[in-house]
Structure formats: C-alpha cells, structure tokens
C-alpha cells in the first residue's frame, strides 16, 4: 500500500522532471539530497553516542566508574546482538566490504535495512563503551541512502554507483567538517574508478554535509596547528613512517586473525560472554581503550599527555614516572585493534577507520616522547601526534590520499602538508608490501569479488560466475560403452562431454575429436568403455574462482571452455565465449 501511494506520488513528479531538468542537472540535485541526510545521520549519530556517552558516565558514582567501566561494553555488545537477532533476523553485515560488493555484484543495490541497521548497533555499542569508530557505520549508512533514494528516484545505474560514494563520502565530511577528505575516501576506498565529471557530485554532497555538520555539531573535532615545521625534522618523519607502516600491518593481521577466531567460535551469546569480558578487563586495565578514544587524541592534541593513565589503576604513578606514562600509551596503542575486534567479533559495531587514528595518535606521542627524552633533540610532539594518526590510516585503510587531507583540515590548515605526504607515503608502500590489501577488502579479494587495480578487474568482478556456467553438456557414465556414446554422440548439440559416476563427481572428459578414429570401430562397439576413453581436463573451475584468473587459464592452455565443480561434483561449463559475452555486457552498462 505504502510502495503504491509513493508511486503516485513520485510518477508525475518524475515525468515532470524528464521534460525540464536534464539528467547532469538532476544528477546534483539529488547529490545535494544525499549529503543532507548523511550529514543529518552523522551528526544525530555523533550528538546521541556523545550525549548516551556522559549520562551512562555521570549516572553512576565516581568511586564505582571504575567497575562501569568494566561492564557497560558488555551490556551495549549484548543490546546490539539482540537487536540484529530479534530486528535483522541475524544478518547485519557489518563495516564498508558489504558496500563494495553491493556495487560489484549488486548493481550498487545497498540492501533497506542498512538506512537503519547501523546507526541502531554502533550507538548501542560505542555508547556502552565498545572500542570501535563510528566512521564506518556512518558510511555505509550514508551509502544505503544514496543508493535507495537512487532507486526511489528512478537513477540510472552508473549515477546510482557515485550516488553511494556520495554518501559514504557525505558521512566521512560529516564527521570531520572535511568535505575534500570524503571525496578522496570515496574514490580510494568506495569506488573503484571514477570519471572526471562525476566529482562534481561529490564535492556537492559533501559539501552538503560538511555545512549541515557545522551548523549543527561542533566544528573542528581535534586542534588548530599553525606552527611551521622544521627541515631538520625530515629523518624523523621518515622513521615515523616506518613505525606507522609496521603498526598497520600489525593491526591488519592482528584484525583478521581475531576475526577468524570469532568465527569459528560456537554459539551466538558465548561470544557475547567472552568478548564482553575480555573487553571489559583491558577497558579496566587501560581505560583509554574505552569507546572512540577521540577524547584521548583531544588531550594528546592539548598537551595533556599525562592524563593517558587517568581512572586506572597506574593512576598513582601519574606524576612519578614518565615510563609508566609512556608504557600505558604503548599498551592502549597495541591492544586497540583487539578490543576492536573484540567489539566486532563479539556482537557489537563499529570500524577500524577510528581505531586507526586513535592508534597513530598514541604512536606519534610515544615516538615523539622518546626523541624529547634522548636529549639528542627537541620536537614538537603534537606535531608527531597528527602524522601518526595519518601514517596508520594511510596503511591500515590504503588511502593515503584521504589520510593526508583529512588529517591536514581536521587540524584546521596545511602546515604539515610536506611531513603529511612523507609519512603516509611511506607508511602505504611499506604496509602494502607486506598486506596488499585493507581491512575493507581483503575478505572480498580472497572471495575473488573485488579488485581495485584496474577496469578489466573490476568489471569481471561484477559478473557472477553461476550465472555464466552452461548447464546443456550432456554427461555419460564411466561405464557406459562405445555404442552408447555414439548414440549420445548423435543427439548432442555439444562436441564436449562431462563423464560424471553415480555420485555426479567429474571423473573426466570426452571430445569428440579425440575419439573420432575410435567412432567408426563398430568391432569395439560394446567392449570399448567411456573410461577408456576419457582424459582428465586441462584443469576445471570452482565456484570461488575469480574470472580474471579463469580467463587467463583458458587462454595459456588454449581451451574454448573448462568444467565447473563445486566439492568436486560436476555442475557445468563454463565458457569462454560467455565470460567475454559478459564483460561486453558490462562494459556496456558502465558506458550508458
């Protein structure tokens, strides 16, 4: 009923449209629409985490905080559990890899629940203290925006893709009042390519959102830098980029062997239990584990160091010894990617993208520390602080371009432009060396769905392999005799014949022109079996093959097609005909 009177509605609107408003016209209309609800979720999401953030704080007495502390983010990962169970039937995808495969197999179709599911859990999570940003919830939230009111609207498929970058990147502007950072987000971690003219769109939406952020949050969330830096300084911004490129490969694998872990762990609230326990000891142990941290960054940013060891219990020492300080700030910095994954994998939501800046935040201060403590030299510790949160985030995300902007508004000018760039360059060649791909993709490039390098990739990553595969090979038994495959032989459309035993597992293959001398030996006819003809094939394809690799293998072996198994029983062809038919296909739908 609903659908129906929207329809109405919308139906002379839109006809309207098509004979006033040209399509590049519109196009930024609706970017501006998108980058005004995602500011509008930002910062309602932002306003309420904060807000539920001090009540749950004030709420209970000083001397107790401490035990808070411990149990609020087991309470706030089991209230995110509930909900996906009895609200989302248990399915919340979480983080920004479901948006990319959304736009590489999906046609950019980001499921209805999104416009909802992730703004609930991550302010469930992170207001009870869970350690996980808020960034990656507000992306994908602000995507399922762009690509339903795209499909409401009745946009094309092309503008529906960038209108999803336009509101992932609206989210990120949002959150930061940094509209050039969420465009370079959007290009080097959303969307795998993007055409000039389609910026346009981009800047608009996060524009949008960066003036509806400002005039209803707070401004610049960290510190105004406008001190110079110093050329002597260039070797310890190199080493800096060194320390932040072996952090973030410790914190990628740190992050996907913790979520392999939560995988294979059995039973839905025993992870809740567990993950809500360890989460609640390291928040007890190091409460700047506690939520975001972004408060921590602000005391680091204020010169306020010292307060890192606050509510805990080194808090004694606080003044005494500096190696406690700085053994604090290490601990927080290595163990915030396992109260992160902690969070994740428990139930809870959130994203590495704050974990990231937190992390080289902590980085940068210690490093910076160390160096004021040598005597050798004296440097500015804040300004170590922001190249680290931007050296981690280029590596851990592989967006140093996004990491470079964003640390360069947020902080309220470009005076570390130069150290900027020789510290996130750096930390993105090292850490790609070691880990080609980002926390957001490597699930997806092991399934052979994404590939960012290049066109040829993406455009065969959206192709699905099932849809492909040719089902009309006629298949004959091992046993089956001569005779009876001539007779196969003559009703067949096909030259190729799959040999498949009772249990349907492929044993091998018949052309007919490796038996056609064997055809006309009518004295064999009925002593002669299938399994003496056979041959194996050249190789075969499973079903989590990429195509790329697929099509590469037909073309060294110089085969027209390879046999498709899943476990080993026979399901089909696959062509290669049909893979290049495809990619036509969808190279056309990229170009209308």
């Not at 336009?166 to 969307?191: D, M, Q, R, T, Y």
């Not at 260039?234 to 740190?254: D, E, H, K, Q, W």
């Not at 408060?295 to 003044?319: E, P, T």
Request: hydrophobic share 50%; charged share 15%.
């Amino acid at each position: 009923m609903a659908k129906k009177l929207v329809h109405r509605i919308l139906s002379p609107l839109l006809l309207w449209r098509l004979r006033h408003i040209n399509d590049r016209v519109y196009l930024i209309l609706v970017s501006i629409l998108v980058g005004l609800m995602a500011g509008l979720t930002a910062v309602l999401l932002k306003n309420t985490v904060h807000g539920s953030q001090e009540f749950l704080y004030s709420w209970v007495p000083e001397e107790k905080r401490v035990f808070a502390l411990f149990l609020y983010p087991i309470i706030g990962i089991a209230l995110s559990v509930l909900f996906t169970r009895y609200f989302l039937d248990g399915n919340l995808s979480r983080g920004l890899g479901p948006v990319i495969y959304n736009i590489a197999r999906q046609g950019s179709i980001v499921p209805r629940s999104k416009l909802y599911s992730q703004f609930i859990t991550s302010w469930l999570t992170v207001s009870f203290g869970g350690s996980a940003g808020l960034e990656a919830p507000i992306s994908v939230t602000g995507a399922a925006q762009g690509s339903n009111l795209a499909r409401l609207l009745r946009v094309g498929r092309r503008e529906r893709r960038l209108l999803v970058g336009c509101g992932a990147a609206a989210g990120i502007a949002a959150i930061f009042n940094s509209p050039i950072a969420g465009v370079l987000f959007a290009v080097e971690v959303v969307l795998s390519e993007l055409a000039a003219p389609y910026f346009i769109p981009l800047l608009i939406s996060t524009a949008t959102a960066t003036v509806v952020s400002k005039a209803l949050f707070e401004g610049q969330p960290f510190v105004l830098i406008t001190t110079s830096w110093p050329v002597d300084a260039v070797p310890f911004y190199v080493m800096l980029g060194l320390c932040t490129a072996l952090l973030s490969v410790y914190m990628i694998r740190v992050y996907f062997a913790a979520d392999k872990f939560f995988e294979r762990w059995p039973g839905t609230f025993r992870k809740v239990a567990l993950g809500g326990l360890v989460l609640g000891v390291l928040v007890f142990l190091f409460p700047p584990l506690y939520g975001e941290g972004y408060n921590v960054v602000q005391q680091l940013l204020a010169g306020k160091g010292q307060d890192l060891v606050n509510g805990s219990i080194f808090a004694v020492y606080r003044d005494e010894n500096v190696w406690i300080l700085l053994g604090v700030a290490t601990a927080s910095m290595l163990l915030k990617v396992f109260a992160t994954t902690i969070t994740v994998g428990a139930g809870g939501n959130g994203g590495m993208f704050g974990s990231s800046l937190f992390a080289g935040a902590l980085l940068g201060f210690v490093f910076a520390r160390l160096i004021n403590l040598s005597g050798l030299t004296s440097v500015t510790e804040v300004h170590f602080i922001v190249l680290g949160m931007a050296g981690v985030l280029a590596g851990v995300v592989h967006a140093p371009l996004t990491a470079i902007f964003l640390i360069a508004e947020i902080t309220g000018g470009y005076a570390l432009f130069v150290p900027l760039m020789v510290v996130t360059s750096s930390s993105y060649l090292i850490t790609r060396y070691f880990e080609p791909y980002s926390v957001y993709t490597r699930k997806l490039v092991q399934r052979g769905v994404y590939v960012h390098q290049d066109r040829d990739r993406s455009l065969l990553s959206q192709l699905d392999l099932h849809h492909l595969v040719q089902t009309d090979f006629v298949a004959v038994h091992p046993q089956d005799t001569l005779g009876t495959l001539v007779e196969t032989f003559r009703h067949a459309t096909r030259n190729l014949f799959p040999v498949v035993d009772d249990k349907g597992y492929l044993l091998g293959i018949i052309t007919l022109d490796a038996v056609r001398d064997a055809l006309f030996d009518n004295q064999h006819y009925t002593t002669t079996r299938v399994h003496d003809l056979m041959t194996d094939p050249p190789a075969t394809v499973n079903f989590d093959d990429s195509l790329l690799d697929t099509l590469r293998c037909m073309e060294q072996l110089n085969v027209p097609a390879l046999p498709v198994i899943n476990q080993g029983r026979y399901v089909g062809f696959l062509l290669k005909s049909s893979i290049l038919a495809g990619y036509r296909r969808q190279l056309l739908k990229e170009t209308e």
